[in-house]
Nanobody, 122 residues
Framework: QVQLVESGGGLVQPGGSLRLSCAASGSIPSDNTMGWYRQAPGKQRERVATIARGGSTAYADSVKGRFTIARDNAKNTVYLQMNSLKPEDTAVYYC????????????????WGQGTQVTVSS
C-alpha cells in the first residue's frame, strides 16, 4: 500500500548535476526519517544522506559538500540535489522512508523505492 516513486536519474557528464525526487504515498507516520541510499555493481549498499522530519541531516563523507538532501513534508517528498558529480557516484539510488529512532520497535517500519539509475560518464 505504501509506495515510494523515484525520478530524476539519468546519464550526466562528470562535474554535472542531477536532482532526484521521491514521492511517498500511503499511510506513513509523520515522524519519519527519509533518505537516499545507493548501490553500485559489486558493492554493498551505502547510505548517501538522510533527513529527519525536523530537518536534521546526515551525509556520507564521500558526498559532503556536493550533495544536498531536502524534504517537503506537505508533499511527502524527499529530494537529493547532486552537484559536481563524479564517475564513482554511478549507482542505483534508492529512496527510503523509515521510522524515527524515537519510535518503539513494535511500531517500526522501513519502506523502499524501486531505485533509479544514475550514471556519471564522459
Amino acid at each position: 500500500q505504501v509506495q515510494l516513486v523515484e525520478s530524476g536519474g539519468g546519464l550526466v557528464q562528470p562535474g554535472g548535476s542531477l536532482r532526484l525526487s521521491c514521492a511517498a504515498s500511503g499511510s506513513i507516520p509523520s515522524d519519519n526519517t527519509m533518505g537516499w541510499y545507493r548501490q553500485a555493481p559489486g558493492k554493498q549498499r551505502e547510505r548517501v544522506a538522510t533527513i529527519a522530519r525536523g530537518g536534521s541531516t546526515a551525509y556520507a563523507d564521500s558526498v559532503k559538500g556536493r550533495f544536498t538532501i531536502a524534504r517537503d513534508n506537505a508533499k511527502n517528498t524527499v529530494y537529493l540535489q547532486m552537484n559536481s558529480l563524479k564517475p564513482e557516484d554511478t549507482a542505483v539510488y534508492y529512496c527510503n522512508v523509515r521510522s524515527s529512532l524515537a519510535i518503539a520497535t513494535s511500531y517500526s517500519y522501513d519502506y523502499w523505492g524501486q531505485g533509479t539509475q544514475v550514471t556519471v560518464s564522459s
